[in-house]
């Protein structure tokens, strides 16, 4: 049972996210990713620059729109599940190049107050 | 002496009051004109009636009191009890005993600290007990007062904390002032908290209140300790003592419910043979004594110490310190023991709030489940605090710390060396390490993020103080545990848990209390990460620590929401089907934002903020702490991420 669940969510994905999945959808863009990821309440538990919080850790590097859109769509933990009547795929492609467009943070050894 | 003292002030109200209708009848004759007199009208003279008056004797109730009263005596009974202070926001219920403490008993032991709201007295005495390891008292308006503090009661109550509560209240009618008195009184003001404190009583006699008030600090005292209160009778407070003294009993030493001695062998066996023991651990350190028993335990036994955190029961970076590996730690494990664990289904269950509700037993089946804790000694119906039932396999009632000293004597004597047992403590120490590495390369995602991540204000606060006697005086929830995950904690009253209650305003009243009691341990740094919709339940706290000089680091973790139930509103929201973004609406404080650093300000607090760069945070945080270390309160507006 406990490997089924991302099948199944596959599946989902491949029904309701063809947009996802096409090699000639719009790119997204960063900036109405940040207000769509703040808005919609993302950043509160995910942070503003997707570091994590009660949520998991998003960013830097990402995982691609669709793998997002798998989850977001069917969450398996308390995170709500969005429909695409309120997060659509194109907001999807635009969160996930606003997480993509994050700077990595300092390296470990460069911050002395975690050393 | 009395009648001529009680004479001089008749004469001067006297003169006052033939002013006073001397004033009023001019106003009463000179309409329009009042301005343009220079100087009263003689005053007229006394009346036949008046003058009667004056010359019969005074009934022996008008007379002044000049010798000692009921409310001195009540302060030589506080005054037998270990209680320093006594915490109050004043109200005419209990003026002869506020009177009798400030002069009969020079302010002294116990000294009357001054408080804006009874929920700032009382949550005092919460977190001021933890690190003091004793009760103040709070002395509360009745009805009015007592609901004010019902909620700081509550959070010291299902936090299993000692306070005495003390209540105004005038029982018998013919003694209450018409008006407001009697909607402050009450057949039994202390119904009102009476399923959430331990014991209670309203005495009517010297005698009655002398024991009465000993016997509430013993209750309070015993674990499981909680809040107690007394009910004092205005109009016996205000009376003179007419006979002798009553006695004051004497305070025994008290000791601590302790668990059965062959249960806790018992349970040292199937620790002992265990593969994979784990120790589970709430409130269950309250001293320096406590906390090395436990440590002697998991080093004895060689097993990790999940800490949920009520307390400071185990050092943050001790080798075997398995909290940030609890999860994969109870599933691996075939014996566990959780000593003074609140919420022990919690602890040991996965529950989803999702729409179909479920849980998931965390331990394997086939594994053993110990519970030592006081818990089932005091528990009340109506309230349910007391949370979930979970099936042990050995309940062992007693007090987790007093147990601790018999449970290390049994396994010291069941376990003798072992490689299995050496290697398994290698494992897990290095398990530790690995964890804490991880939490440090967390806390680098979002380092110079605006608004400032919670991670980087929590490790520039302590890069502040770490070199110093510090302690954390509030829980770190709302903080996701970045002191426990990066501070290096090894005392007990480095950390003193959460409210217990989940009351909110709880941070900034019991961190007051807990600064007092550090501030007169001496030497060292109180530090409060405050969330700002704390704060704003009890700003008037701010006020009490800059009147008293207590000194108190206080960061305002402004993330400017109840950032929680923006989260369960965005749920709802979800699982309804309906826009999430809406769910801003009445859980955010923006639009105005508040300026934390001037309402500390106008309180007389040093303050500054709000910061909103990170690199502005250091050099901020190193004032406000030199105030501190020069006896001051200090706050630190910083404008942060959700968590």
Same mark, same amino acid.
């Given at each position: 049972m406990k490997h089924r669940t991302p099948w199944l969510a596959l599946l989902v994905a491949a029904i309701c996210a063809p947009a996802l999945a096409r090699a000639d959808a719009a790119p997204g863009e960063p900036g109405r990713g940040f207000t769509a990821f703040v808005e919609l309440g993302c950043s509160g538990c995910h942070g503003t620059v997707g570091q994590g919080g009660p949520g998991l850790r998003l960013a830097p590097q990402p995982i691609s729109a669709q793998a997002i859109a798998i989850y977001i769509r069917n969450p398996t933990g308390v995170m709500p599940p969005f429909t695409s009547a309120e997060l659509s795929d194109a907001t999807i492609i635009d969160i996930q190049a606003y997480l993509a467009s994050v700077k990595p943070p300092p390296k470990l050894a460069d911050i002395p107050l975690l050393n | 002496m009395a009648d001529r003292l009680d004479m001089k002030r008749r004469g001067l109200f006297g003169a006052v009051a033939a002013g006073a209708t001397a004033i009023a009848a001019t106003g009463a004759t000179t309409k329009g004109a009042r301005a343009a007199e220079s100087a009263p009208p003689p005053a007229a003279p006394p009346s036949a009636a008046v003058k009667a008056a004056e010359a019969q004797p005074l009934a022996p109730r008008e007379m002044a009191l000049v010798g000692k009263s009921c409310s001195d005596f009540m302060v030589d009974v506080m005054k037998s009890l270990p209680v320093d202070y006594i915490t109050t926001m004043p109200g005419s219920t209990f003026r002869g005993l506020h009177e009798s403490i400030i002069n009969y008993g020079n302010n002294k032991s116990p000294e009357l600290l001054t408080c804006l709201h009874e929920e700032v007295a009382v949550g005092m005495g919460h977190g001021y007990a933890k690190v003091a390891g004793k009760p103040l008292a709070a002395l509360v308006h009745g009805v009015v007062g007592v609901q004010h503090a019902s909620m700081a009661i509550y959070n010291a109550w299902a936090d299993r904390v000692p306070v005495i509560v003390m209540i105004g209240n005038t029982l018998a009618l013919e003694e209450r002032r018409p008006g407001v008195e009697w909607t402050h009184s009450a057949q039994d003001n202390a119904a009102l908290i009476r399923d959430f404190t331990k014991w209670d009583d309203m005495p009517v006699s010297l005698p009655h209140f002398a024991e009465s008030t000993v016997r509430a600090w013993r209750i309070a005292m015993t674990p499981p300790y909680a809040p107690t209160a007394i009910v004092v009778d205005g109009a016996l407070a205000e009376n003179p003592v007419h006979d002798e003294p009553a006695a004051i009993p004497r305070l025994a030493r008290l000791s601590a419910p302790v668990g059965d001695p062959a249960a806790l062998t018992e349970a040292a066996k199937l620790l002992a043979d265990a593969q994979s023991p784990v120790i589970m651990v709430d409130c269950a350190v309250r001293t320096a004594a406590g906390m090395a028993d436990l440590v002697a335990i998991a080093e004895v036994l060689g097993a990790p110490v999940i800490d949920k955190g009520g307390r400071m029961n185990f050092p943050s970076r001790h080798p075997l310190n398995g909290t940030q590996r609890a999860g994969a730690l109870l599933r691996g494990a075939d014996v566990v023991i959780g000593i003074e664990v609140a919420d022990l289904y919690g602890a040991v269950n996965n529950y989803r709030d999702v729409i179909h509700r479920d849980a998931t037993p965390m331990m394997k089946p086939g594994s053993k489940l110990i519970s030592l804790s006081a818990a089932d000694l005091l528990i009340k119906a109506n309230l349910q605090d007391f949370q979930r039932y979970q099936p042990v396999d050995l309940a062992i009632s007693g007090d987790g710390e007093a147990s601790l000293p018999l449970l290390l004597d049994a396994l010291r004597r069941g376990v003798g060396r072992s490689d299995a047992r050496e290697a398994r403590a290698k494992a897990l120490a290095d398990a530790a390490r690995q964890a804490h590495d991880? @939490?440090? #390369?967390? *806390?680098?995602? $979002? %380092?110079?993020?605006?608004? =400032?991540?919670?991670?980087?204000?929590?490790?520039? /606060?302590?890069?502040?103080?770490?070199?110093?006697? %510090?302690?954390?005086?509030? $829980? #770190?929830? &709302? #903080? @996701?545990? %970045?002191?426990s995950r990066l501070w290096d904690f090894t005392k007990p009253y480095q950390h003193i848990g959460d409210s217990g209650g989940y009351g909110v305003g709880y941070s900034p009243v019991s961190s007051a209390g807990a600064a007092l009691a550090h501030r007169d341990a001496g030497g060292r740094v109180p530090v409060a990460i405050i969330g700002d919709g704390e704060l704003m339940c009890a700003p008037t706290a701010l006020w009490t620590l800059a009147h008293h000089r207590i000194p108190l680091l206080m960061v305002v973790h402004n993330n400017r929401a109840y950032h929680q139930e923006v989260m369960h509103v965005e749920r709802m929201a979800a699982?309804?089907?309906?826009?999430?973004?809406?769910?801003?609406?009445?859980?955010?404080?923006?639009?105005?934002? =508040?300026? &934390?650093?001037?309402? *500390?300000? @106008?309180?007389? /607090? %040093? @303050? =500054? $903020?709000?910061?909103?760069?990170? *690199?502005?945070?250091g050099p901020a945080l190193k004032q406000a702490v030199a105030m501190v270390k020069s006896g001051h309160p200090a706050l630190v507006d910083v404008v942060s991420q959700a968590r």
């Open positions: - | 991880r @939490s440090r #390369q967390a *806390a680098t995602y $979002g %380092w110079d993020a605006t608004p =400032i991540s919670v991670a980087r204000l929590c490790m520039e /606060v302590y890069a502040q103080v770490r070199d110093d006697d %510090w302690a954390l005086t509030t $829980g #770190q929830g &709302f #903080q @996701s545990n %970045w002191p699982r309804h089907g309906r826009p999430t973004a809406r769910a801003t609406i009445g859980t955010v404080m923006t639009d105005p934002n =508040i300026d &934390f650093a001037k309402l *500390a300000a @106008s309180m007389g /607090v %040093w @303050s =500054i $903020g709000p910061i909103e760069d990170p *690199a502005a945070l």
